[in-house]
């Protein structure tokens, strides 16, 4: 995998007439992990919406390898965001909700094979079939752990994606986590938990 | 090669969803069957007026049910985060928002277009402005998704955006209730409709090619 760098320099978001962050800079290169940390309310998840290109910083520029991100197709395209919101359909299956999410990624060729072992992996196996309504929250969440599995884009960004999952979830995302890394590629993430990840270069941002 | 997939895919993706929560189907249709039908009981047993009027009766109907429809175009993918993922595909996304406004018609315009005719013979319609009214719909009812489609990016992230909805499409929607309900009178009458269809026809090809982009920037405006 190519060397990729996301840079973002003097940013600032102003929410309802309140600064939430300025002047803010930081450098991510390929293997590395960003974990944004702060309080309720102080602006990680306004922060990850501008890095993924849905708001616009009100002051500074992200760039993806020098190129800046707004409407920029091949940035998307690198790109995975998993959010609060899962994007899951309830009324569709899960094995409909991956091929789908696969189409929309222009994934060149997912085959069966690869969608069941993704779901191996993130223990839905033998769910294909099952209505995502019938999945339980931490059901959900697996099933988009799933999507990163089966499409592994240089940048991931994460928001809280540890929520409601349980031990084991944790862990294996925190695996996906590493595999990413070692893939060379990079994470970008909020999370109240504690990130286990011991062989990779994590930074922190703090907001206040 | 994977541009027209997802195209297809989101068509194919919708049109499930369409057909497992068949309520969305059946609510404008039967809001278009409801209104037409009650209309001859309001009258009164004056079969001339009736129709005189039926252009109009079915086109105004038309357009209140697909007015009614318009709500559920983003509203379920916009609450659920699949509009996010949609936008951050890399695909151009005002393909995909046509995709969707296509899937949509296909679900809320269509079936108009199908039960029409027999709602024309009840309102006493002549047999030859019947053709006039199924071409009127075929080119009117998909300008009136993709003009709506602007509306509802715009309005998605309100929690009561209907009445704005109505505001703000309302007056895009009355000049192809006017040519379309003015063709198949004129139709009635045995007058040539060229100017008409023709104007209807350019209607379409506008909105077909220039309606995408607004919608697009109103969505990713409506997710801030």
Redesign the interface.
């Known amino acids: 995998m190519d060397k990729h760098t996301l840079q973002a320099q003097k940013l600032s978001c102003i929410r309802d007439d309140r600064l939430l962050f300025s002047s803010l800079d930081f450098t991510l290169h390929s293997q590395q992990v960003l974990l944004l940390e702060g309080k309720n309310g102080s602006g990680k998840t306004s922060l990850l919406?501008i890095l993924?290109?849905?708001?616009e910083p009100d002051a500074g520029t992200v760039q993806w390898c020098g190129e800046p991100i707004s409407g920029s197709?091949?940035y998307?395209?690198d790109?995975t965001?998993m959010?609060?919101?899962?994007?899951?359909?309830?009324?569709?299956t899960v094995l409909?909700n991956l091929?789908?999410?696969l189409?929309?990624?222009?994934q060149?060729s997912a085959d069966a094979d690869a969608i069941q072992n993704a779901l191996a992996r993130v223990q839905l196996a033998g769910f294909d079939d099952m209505p995502a309504h019938a999945l339980s929250a931490g059901q959900k969440r697996r099933l988009s752990l799933a999507r990163l599995v089966l499409a592994p884009s240089p940048l991931w960004i994460l928001d809280e994606p540890f929520t409601a999952l349980d031990k084991q979830g944790i862990a294996l995302s925190e695996q996906l986590m590493a595999e990413q890394c070692d893939r060379g590629g990079m994470i970008v993430l909020t999370s109240h938990h504690d990130l286990n990840l011991p062989s990779t270069d994590v930074h922190r941002i703090r907001l206040s | 090669m994977?541009?027209s997939?997802?195209f297809f895919?989101?068509i194919r993706?919708d049109l499930?969803?369409a057909l497992?929560?068949r309520s969305e189907i059946a609510n404008p249709l039967f809001f278009f069957v409801l209104v037409i039908t009650l209309f001859p009981l309001g009258v009164g047993a004056k079969p001339h007026l009736l129709q005189a009027i039926a252009p109009g009766i079915i086109w105004v109907s038309a357009l209140l049910a697909a007015m009614l429809s318009l709500d559920s175009l983003f509203r379920?993918d916009f609450?659920?985060?699949?509009l996010?993922?949609?936008?951050?595909?890399?695909?151009?996304p005002s393909l995909?928002v046509l995709g969707k406004v296509l899937a949509h018609w296909l679900v809320t315009g269509l079936p108009l277009l199908l039960i029409a005719p027999l709602l024309a013979v009840l309102l006493g319609m002549p047999g030859q402005s019947l053709g006039v009214l199924l071409l009127t719909l075929l080119l009117g009812t998909p300008v009136l998704s993709l003009l709506g489609a602007i509306g509802v990016a715009l309005t998605v992230g309100l929690r009561r955006g209907g009445m704005i909805l109505s505001l703000l499409v309302l007056p895009l929607y009355v000049p192809v209730l006017i040519f379309a309900s003015n063709a198949v009178e004129m139709a009635g009458s045995g007058l040539p409709i060229d100017a008409q269809l023709n104007i209807l026809m350019a209607m379409l090809c506008m909105a077909l090619v220039l309606t995408p982009w607004p919608t697009v920037a109103a969505l990713?405006m409506s997710?801030?």
């Open positions: 919406r993924c290109g849905f708001r197709g091949q998307r395209a790109m965001y959010g609060h919101l899962d994007g899951i359909k309830k009324e569709l409909e091929q789908f999410a189409a929309l990624a222009a060149a | 994977s541009l997939a997802a895919a989101i993706r499930l969803l497992r929560r379920s609450d659920d985060g699949s996010e993922q949609l936008l951050l595909s890399p695909h151009p995909l990713k997710l801030n």
